[in-house]
Structures are given as C-alpha cells and as structure tokens.
C-alpha cells in the first residue's frame, strides 16, 4: 500500500469524524432551540446533494442546516448552519474557513414561514455581504434588489451573523454566543 492510498482513506475517516462531530452540534442547538419553546421544522440537514455520477460537485454537502419556528411568533423562521465551503452554484466565494450561520426571516403577518421555504435560505449569511466580516447583517430598504435575483422572496425582512465554527467547543459556547443572541435578535423583531 502507497502513502496517497493511506492518506486518501484517512482523509474520508476524518470527513466523517467531522460529519458525527456536526451532527452533535447540530442535535445540541435543536436541544437548546426546544428549551426555548422553538421546533425544528425536520429532521433534513442537507439538500441539494448529487447521486450522478457526471454531477460530482454535489456529492458532497458544502452547508448543513436546522430551520425553527415557534408558535407565539408564527411569523419568524429562524435558522442555524454551517458554511462548510463556497457555495457551490458560486453565488459566494471566498470562505476561509467553515462559519456557524444563524439569523431568522420575518414573514408578512398572513404568511406561513414554512410553506415556501427554501433550504438555500439557510445559506443567507454566505449571500448578503462579506464572509470574514462575521457581523450582524440586517435587512435595509432595497435589500432584494441589492441581491439581484429574479426570485421573489416571501419574508419582508432578515438578520443574521456568523462566527467561525472552530470558536465554539462546546455546547455553552453554543448557548451564549448564537443561541441567545439569536433570540435576543428574535425579540426585537
């Protein structure tokens, strides 16, 4: 056996050391959104994933994600992913390193937050401004044409941040640095 032979089996072994880490993040802030009184919509983390064999670049999921909502705001659709690389439609480039996304769309009062929900939306951060700036981005009048995008969104508004995923090491961190300042954002809505 070579050396690349040994360091190809050892790379998919850390692909999925990485994958059961994640998912342990991920089942931690669903724990936390529920102590909350927040509902994760479903148990799905990844989308537009590729089984072609001519389609290779989705074979691989480049975000993962978890949408909420909670009944005394039916208007609010809150997310949290991770940006594991660029965007793979090339609608952003440039990440440096994987980011823990979280934010929430306000619907129009009438609307259901889930019935035209895209799971691309929990890649807004990635869409809206600079990757390594990790600030808080807030939706300002003219945001959808700023996105030029023929698509109609139907939420009216959005905030959401990102911190570098390698800054949270354990579920604590998780709480007080997305978790809480998502739903003090949440509150001012």
């Known amino acids: 056996m ?3 032979g040994r360091e190809i089996t ?3 072994r850390q692909m999925t050391l990485l994958s059961e880490q994640l998912s342990v993040l991920l089942v931690t802030a669903d724990d936390l959104m529920k102590r909350n009184q927040w509902e994760k919509y479903s148990n799905t983390v990844t989308a537009y994933i590729s089984q072609h064999v001519q389609v290779p670049k989705y074979w691989n999921p480049n975000f993962l994600f978890r949408f909420f909502t909670n009944k005394d705001n039916p208007h609010i659709l809150a997310f949290i992913s991770v940006l594991l690389d660029d965007d793979v439609d090339g609608e952003y480039r440039g990440l440096e390193e994987p980011l823990l996304t979280t934010g929430y769309f306000k619907y129009p009062g009438d ?3 889930t019935e035209n ?3 691309y939306y929990a890649k807004w951060y990635g869409y809206y401004g600079d990757l390594h700036d990790h600030k808080l981005r807030v939706s300002e009048p003219g945001w959808k044409e700023k996105l ?3 698509e109609e969104y139907p939420f009216d508004s959005f905030v959401c941040f990102a911190r570098p995923l390698v800054a949270l090491t354990s579920g604590k961190d998780l709480d007080e640095i997305i978790i ?3 739903l003090s954002e949440i509150r001012k809505a």
């Open 2 to 4: 070579n050396q690349d």
């Open 10 to 12: 050892k790379m998919f």
């Open 111 to 113: 609307k259901s937050t």
């Open 117 to 119: 929900l895209e799971y």
């Open 148 to 150: 030029k995008k023929s």
């Open 180 to 182: 809480k300042v998502l």
